[in-house]
Nanobody, 121 residues
Framework: QVQLVESGGGLVQAGGSLRLSCAASGSINSIGAMGWYRQGPGKQRELVAS???????NYADSVKGRFTISRDNAKNTVYLQMNSLKPEDTAVYYCYCNARYSFWRPFTDYWGQGTQVTVSS
């Protein structure tokens, strides 16, 4: 089916930048929307940003102007450029995609394993 592998998390000081990547692999017939969620300590998982196949984007209010989502359809990869990071951005970041592994199957959401982003003050 479809597997997602994330990379790029780590520890950064407030005001710094990180770039997350997430590559989809496996038996992929088609990928629709892709995006990123995050879950901070003691918080519910929340949408950070999403991007459609024609690169229309949507952002959480808390990251607008600081984060940029993009995708490379040829590589089945989605990116999240995070600038001006704040301690409250500390969370596990999960990528997802809405995809199907066969023309005859419905689109389904697939999730990555998560990557830790820690922003120190």
């Amino acid at each position: 089916q479809v597997q997602l592998v994330e990379s790029g998390g780590g520890l950064v000081q407030a005001g710094g930048s990180l770039r997350l990547s997430c590559a989809a692999s496996g038996s992929i017939n088609s990928i629709g929307a892709m995006g990123w969620y995050r879950q901070g300590p003691g918080k519910q998982r929340e949408l950070v940003a999403s991007i459609t196949t024609d690169s229309s984007t949507n952002y959480a209010d808390s990251v607008k102007g600081r984060f940029t989502i993009s995708r490379d359809n040829a590589k089945n990869t989605v990116y999240l450029q995070m600038n001006s990071l704040k301690p409250e951005d500390t969370a596990v970041y999960y990528c997802y995609c809405n995809a199907r592994y066969s023309f005859w199957r419905p689109f389904t959401d697939y999730w990555g394993q998560g990557t830790q982003v820690t922003v120190s003050s």
